[in-house]
Every structure is written in C-alpha cells, then in structure tokens.
Nanobody, 127 residues
Framework: QVQLMESGGGSVQAGGSLRLSCAAS????????MGWFRQAPGKEREGVAS????????YNVDSVKGRFTISQDNAKNTVYLQMNSLKPEDTAMYYC????????????????????WGQGTQVTVSS
C-alpha cells in the first residue's frame, strides 16, 4: 500500500503562485507514475500533470503549460506542483495520485488508471 499526503494549497489572487507537495509513504518502490489532478465544483476530475519517477518524463494538460511545473525529489519521495500565473479558473481541489504502471503520453490523464489517491488540497484563486 501507498499513502499520499498533499499540502500547500491556499488562497491567492490571480497572477500569484503556489507550490503543492505530495509526500508518498509505504511501498513507494511499486510506483511508476505520479500525477496531479483537480476537480472544480460541478466538473469532472481533470488531469493536470504527471511525472515518471524513474525517467523524469513529464506531461501537462494544455491549459497549464508554461505556468505549472511538476517535479520530484526522489530522496524525499515527494512530488511537487509549482503553479505560477494562477487564474481564477485554476480554482479546484487538487489531488495527488500514484500509479503502479508507467504513465504515457496517451494515458497519463486517465484518473481511473491510478491506484492511490491523496485526500486533496484546496486551491482558490480570486480575481
């Protein structure tokens, strides 16, 4: 089993920045993909970014390219999501997820592929 704990959410004004952290514990050696998803009220869960912990390959949804960066610290079993130039439409609950299979360009954003989920951290961006 793997446990995921997110932190770093909060409220910021448009144009501001936040950094989310996701600390993994447990059987982390079985994880081959880590991702960030978000869900706004009344909307479906959306893939934001993913990273392959072994290769370092990253994937982002088009709406955050150039603004959000996913990274990792393998020594700390932690994945980060640096969010810059935040917009009101980025407001959502952000979830960290882990998959026992590697993430690929055509599938990283499928939430049902992920095996483990954190509790989420709220990000609110005001205009």
């Amino acid at each position: 089993q793997v446990q995921l704990m997110e932190s770093g959410g909060g409220s910021v004004q448009a144009g501001g920045s936040l950094r989310l952290s996701c600390a993994a514990s447990g059987d982390t050696g079985t994880i081959y993909c880590m991702g960030w998803f978000r869900q706004a009220p009344g909307k479906e869960r959306e893939g934001v970014a993913s990273i392959n912990p072994l290769s370092g390959s990253t994937y982002n949804v088009d709406s955050v390219k150039g603004r959000f960066t996913i990274s990792q610290d393998n020594a700390k079993n932690t994945v980060y999501l640096q969010m810059n130039s935040l917009k009101p439409e980025d407001t959502a609950m952000y979830y960290c997820a882990a998959d026992r299979r590697a993430c690929y360009l055509g599938s990283w954003f499928h939430s049902h592929e992920y095996d483990y989920w954190g509790q989420g951290t709220q990000v609110t961006v005001s205009s």
